[in-house]
């Protein structure tokens, strides 16, 4: 079965409620103009008070009454003055200069989406629609290729969330990826109970799994990962109906106090040792720390460079020995300094994840600076990105995201 | 809705000023300036401090190092995961500035009892700022797992000049590796 005969989508998730109860328009100040000024005064508005959040607003609008043309020009917003005396002095200076008279109007606050919500628009105020460019928060539409390499980086992470020495329990997955050289950063499943804290056949299949994902890139349009892809039943729309999902840390934020005893205690015996359950290891948390642990190796910090700051010694050693594999880093083998390729977090990265991220997950992305998420299954318990909260649509906060839902057709699968 | 603010009684006001100094020590580190200390039955038995940078791990805050320390001495010593989530629901969590959205959320996962904070947080408070998650719960009690609707009590504003003028330092002295703007830097 080849995954161009699955029928898959991508679908951008807004940082904007589709039902919005903030108000969806902004105050202006505006005024009649005579038509041999708008050339002038446009030039002269657009420096003194240039509509820096409202570029799809027109400037001027056109009017027609009884045959006669009617120009109006926005003067500037409200929020810059509480009236219009106190609008900006080179506004007031038009004004009287033109002996203009300034009225309260409203424009659309957000660029249309569709080509009804534009006509909706133009009724207030005439805004710009660009169907065919339409840009999605600084990242254009996806072309096939982009498409295709995207639904093999999810068909990956389908492949990690089903683990074999868990039966038919499914957890959460989440990779890392490079999106300009395709690599995977890193890696991370679910580790809040110890039943999937250990299993080495679970560390294999990510290999593997790796592994065939490097080859599938090189045959384009191969599958990501040889075997069975999916969980089994339906995850994406009956979720409570099975209990095949508990051991979704972030559907389930607290199943990891529910952990049986004598499963511990099995654990306990196999390793000889400490048990690496965590409740907060949630898929999601566990690559960002591989993909830091990663960058400590490949970018050690220099002696020179701020001593009190770097990671003591000790640590780097345990770090090193437990991947005897990966020693030469990368930035020696490009030729370059490790200062030149250093990434900063994971600035540009992409991450794909099976479920939904709950608010923990979702913030942690935040702070890591990542550049887009993937998800493919919808989180209503605790989602972050549209079930419950939306936090990429958090104006406050420092780095927002882009956020896409991978549409998978399991009648195919 | 808002945090309520503290009556500064002394033993809460003492606990705050243990976290200062791991907020302090942090600082030396070149680390942002945030410290907590974790509290059972009046003793303090964990502290931590940010290490964002050293770490390169932009989730390693104060109160993920602090939990953590006590996660691995709780497992080391054998404890189950239901007595490791009896003995977090007996912890009171000093933290010099308000946790963020995820550090909120992750104490709501652990079911600690209670957060006292010095100052707000206003670009990512999960404790009243930004989200109100420590009293989120309401909407998850459908589901029936132990633990859930276990809000914690959150209070604000406990020595709160100090963590601030601690916080505005750090900005002003601006970050040795040039990696962060100064928005960047608030906890």
């Given amino acids: 079965m080849g995954l161009q005969n699955l029928q898959w989508g991508i679908i951008h998730v807004s940082d904007k409620q589709p039902s919005r109860d903030e108000p969806t328009t902004v105050d202006v100040f505006a005024s009649k103009i005579e038509p041999k000024l708008a050339n002038t005064l446009v030039r002269h508005l ?7 959040d409202l570029r799809h607003v027109k400037r001027v609008r056109k009017t027609s009454v009884g045959g006669k043309i009617e120009l109006s020009v926005i003067l500037c917003t409200v929020i810059d003055c509480e009236n219009h005396e106190d609008m900006p002095s080179g506004v007031l200076e038009i004004v009287s200069t033109y002996q203009l008279r300034p009225y309260l109007t409203n424009v659309s606050k957000f660029a249309a989406s569709s080509r009804e919500e534009w006509e909706e628009q133009c009724k207030l105020w005439p805004t710009s629609y660009h169907p065919q460019t339409q840009i999605i928060d600084g990242i254009t539409e996806f072309s096939e290729e982009d498409s295709q390499l995207i639904f093999n980086h999810m068909n990956i992470v389908i492949g990690l969330t089903k683990m074999r020495c868990l039966g038919n329990q499914v957890v959460n997955a989440a990779i890392i990826m490079d999106p300009v050289t395709q ?36 045959f384009n349009h191969a599958l990501g990962c040889s075997g069975d892809l999916f969980p089994e039943g339906s995850c994406s729309e009956s979720i409570e109906n099975t209990g095949s999902y508990n051991h979704v840390s972030c559907l389930n934020p607290w199943s990891w106090m529910e952990q049986k005893a004598h499963a511990q205690n099995s654990i306990m015996v196999d ?27 490949l970018y050690p910090v220099e002696q020179l460079e701020t001593s009190i700051a770097r990671v ?42 099976a479920w939904e991220p709950c608010t923990m997950c979702a913030m942690a992305l935040v702070h890591q600076r990542i550049r887009r998420i993937f998800y493919a299954f919808p989180n209503p318990n605790a989602g972050a990105l549209n079930s419950i909260h939306r936090l990429q649509g958090e104006k406050s906060l420092n780095h927002h995201y882009s956020v896409f839902r991978i549409l998978l057709d399991e009648k195919n699968s | 809705m808002d945090p309520k603010i503290s009556e500064d009684s002394s033993s809460e006001i003492m606990f705050m000023e243990l976290a200062l100094d791991h907020a302090k020590e942090a600082m030396s580190r070149l680390e942002v300036p945030v410290g907590c200390v974790i509290v059972e039955d009046g003793k303090v038995i964990a502290s931590g401090s940010n290490r964002t940078n050293e770490t390169r791990n932009a989730t390693r805050h104060a109160e993920m190092e602090a939990t953590d320390i006590l996660l691995k001495q709780w497992q080391n010593s054998g404890l189950t995961q239901s007595e490791v989530s009896e003995k977090f629901s007996n912890c009171v969590l000093y933290v010099t500035c308000e946790p963020c ?18 100052c707000a947080n206003d670009k990512f408070g999960g404790c009243g700022l930004i989200l109100s998650l420590h009293e989120s719960n309401s909407k998850q009690a459908s589901s029936s797992a132990v633990g859930q609707g276990k809000n914690f009590k959150c209070t604000g504003g406990i020595v709160a000049s100090e963590a601030i003028s601690l916080l505005r330092s750090f900005y002003e002295q601006g970050n040795p590796n040039g990696i962060y703007s100064h928005n960047d830097l608030l906890h």
């Fill in chain 1, 46 to 52: 657009c420096q003194i008070a240039p509509l820096e």
């Fill in chain 1, 183 to 218: 690599q995977i950063i890193a890696s991370g499943t679910d580790q809040t109970c110890s039943l999937l804290a250990d299993g080495k056949q679970c560390n294999w299949e990510l290999t593997h799994c790796s592994r065939q994902a490097e080859i599938s890139f090189e």
């Fill in chain 1, 312 to 353: 003591p010694v000790k640590r780097q050693k345990t770090q090193n020995s437990d991947d005897e594999e990966e020693h030469t880093p990368e930035a020696v083998t490009n030729g370059l300094t490790p200062e030149a390729t250093r990434p900063y977090l994971c600035t540009g990265y992409d991450i794909y994840i």
């Fill in chain 1, 271 to 297: 390793n000889g040792s400490t048990t690496k359950w965590h409740p907060l290891g949630h898929a999601t948390l566990v690559a960002i720390e591989n993909a830091a642990s990663r960058d400590r190796r």
């Fill in chain 2, 101 to 118: 959205i995820m550090c909120a959320a992750a104490l709501l996962f652990l079911g600690i009892r209670a957060v006292y904070y010095g």
